[in-house]
């Protein structure tokens, strides 16, 4: 029987994490039955049948959110108008390829990839949680097909200038050493009575056991002198090779990193966690189911300039391609453009909702996708998905989850989401981020500059009708501001990732325009 109290049980799920991450210690709690059991997804709105015939809304913007919204009440015979300011839809949910045009405010670029299925780039979203099942449950009722996305990869690498001579370390060596030496300080730590008050005598026997297996400690010597865990200098083979495990890293070296700040563990996140799924063939599979099905109720090129309170309902303006100016009147609105260009918006929105567009942030982020003539990382370096991770500004090198054993292939050479960072690689002309992005990359791959062509870039906060990756909001303007776009505005109601705690996934914007539909459809059966 465990004879430990509530607050040794916190103290030493405190000492699990430390020691092995949050997987650890969220499995460590669900044994001890201290993890709720998180609630099911219920589906969508269920509209009762009929119930719109009469009432018209207006969606403006044919994002994830606005589609859905008009998907949903079009099936309870609401008349819906999507107004679209982009000539297609999808809003940030978006995948290039062969020909196609990245288009900011100061230029664009041409996709000069080759023309294949597996040769293109997200610089939108880019992966599905398991547990977004609000989105996927969409992708299963449109059979958009999906496959597995590698998301952390024990055989990608780590690459920072202050440490290791500034070699690129693999995953599993960072990842696992780190484990050994916490490990074997935790074990020398009870071995010396130090967790005495919070560790019974059987406790104290079943601890040291657990924390040598998840450090693969040395049996007698309670010590990490590296695991098999951390990769081979000589793999194991036939005959008579046994394999020669590769030397750990000295604790020291890894303490000058900033791996163990968070990337160390960010496979464990929740959002990041596997298993990971992406659509087969782009994400923008995803927007093209949604629009074969609203594609009617689109009006494309269709920029609002103003949005206005009319009686009861609302009042529209927005502008052809030509410049025309056209109105348009509705019972309800729903308003799923970002608050990054909404807040320029010619609108009369309450007071409190006017402080909250104006607080919430859009964070610059940016991304850079090469073509790669051959699949470098996965002949040369067997790697097979998954991310790199360096200190230079690039940030991130993400290596294609489909197309395996292709020819060619489509490397994103940088994912940055740092202000400072992404700003100052957005104002940089289209050829100088790509050589700074190719400079950086060969920190991780040396050659990474003779593999690679076809380069294209995207800064979102320079990105028309977006103007930012997705939004942040600071704790303050969460707790103070935010509850204001959770409501109606009289007769608009607001969607999209920035209205939920999923800001930058696409199930925020789905829940959110739920959220929306249910509080519309709600308000029109209780006025009959």
């Keep these: 029987m465990n004879t430990l109290g509530a607050m040794t049980r916190r103290r030493l799920i405190n000492l699990v994490g430390r020691a092995g991450g949050a997987s650890a210690a969220y499995a460590t709690m669900s044994a001890m039955g201290m993890m709720p ?3 099911a997804y219920a589906g969508p709105p269920a509209l009762e049948t009929g119930s719109g015939y009469g009432k018209e809304v207006v969606i403006l913007g044919a994002g994830i959110a606005g589609m859905t919204a008009a998907y949903e009440l079009s099936k309870a015979g609401y008349d819906c108008t999507i107004l679209e300011a982009r000539g297609r839809a999808g809003g940030r949910n978006m995948t290039v390829r062969a020909g196609d045009m990245l288009v900011e405010q100061d230029g664009q670029q041409l996709v000069d990839f080759d023309a294949a299925p597996h040769l293109y780039f997200n610089p939108g979203p880019a992966r599905l949680p398991y547990h977004h099942q609000g989105t996927l449950g969409y992708c299963r009722e449109f059979g958009v097909a ?34 050994g030496f916490v490990s074997e300080l935790l074990a020398k730590a009870v071995n010396k009575g130090a967790l005495d008050d919070e ?38 083979g036939s005959g008579m090779l046994p394999g020669e495990k590769i030397a750990p890293i000295d604790m020291a070296e890894l303490l000058k990193s900033d791996f163990w700040q968070f990337k ?107 073509q790669a003539e051959r699949r470098f990382w996965e002949l040369d370096d067997q790697i097979y998905g998954g991310i790199s991770w360096t200190d230079a500004d690039v940030t991130q090198i993400w290596y294609p989850s489909g197309g395996f054993h292709e020819p060619k292939g489509v490397v994103v050479g940088a994912y940055i989401w740092s202000d400072d960072i992404g700003n100052a690689f957005g104002a940089l002309p289209p050829g100088e981020r790509l050589a700074k992005v190719v400079s950086e990359c060969q920190r991780i791959h040396p ?11 995207i800064a979102w906060h320079k990105v028309p009708f977006s103007q930012g990756g997705w939004a942040e909001w600071e704790d303050e303007s969460r707790a103070a501001a935010y509850p204001a776009v959770t409501k109606p505005d009289g007769p608009i109601y607001f969607a999209g990732e920035h209205v939920s705690y999923l800001t930058g996934w696409q199930e925020g914007a789905v829940l959110s325009a739920h959220d929306a539909v249910r509080g519309i459809s709600e308000r029109v059966v209780a006025s009959r």
């Design 146 to 179: 999906l496959e597995p996305i590698v998301n952390d990869n024990r055989g990608a690498f780590f690459q920072n200038d202050g440490a290791f001579g500034g070699e690129p370390i693999r995953n599993r060596r960072i990842v696992n050493d780190s484990r």
């Design 264 to 370: 160390l563990y960010f496979g464990e996140g929740f959002t990041q966690g596997a298993t990971m799924l992406q659509p087969v063939g782009g994400m923008d599979q995803i927007a093209k189911a949604f629009e074969s099905r609203v594609g009617n109720m689109i009006t494309y090129n269709a920029e609002v300039t103003q949005l206005r309170r009319e009686g009861e309902g609302v009042r529209v303006v927005y502008t052809d391609a030509t410049g025309a100016e056209h109105g348009i009147e509705a019972d309800y609105a729903v308003c799923t453009i970002p608050f990054s260009v909404l807040k320029s918006l010619d609108a009369d929105f309450s007071p409190a909702v006017s402080e909250a567009i104006e607080a919430c942030h859009y964070v610059s982020a940016c991304k850079a996708a090469f």
């Design 447 to 457: 050659s990474f500059g003779d593999q690679v062509t076809g380069g294209v870039s």
């Design 37 to 39: 059991i998180p609630a």
């Design 199 to 236: 560790l019974t005598a059987l406790d104290r026997e079943q601890f040291l056991d657990f924390v040598r297996r998840f450090g693969d400690l040395d049996e007698t010597l309670m010590a990490y002198q590296g695991s098999s865990r951390s990769g081979y200098r000589v793999p194991p």
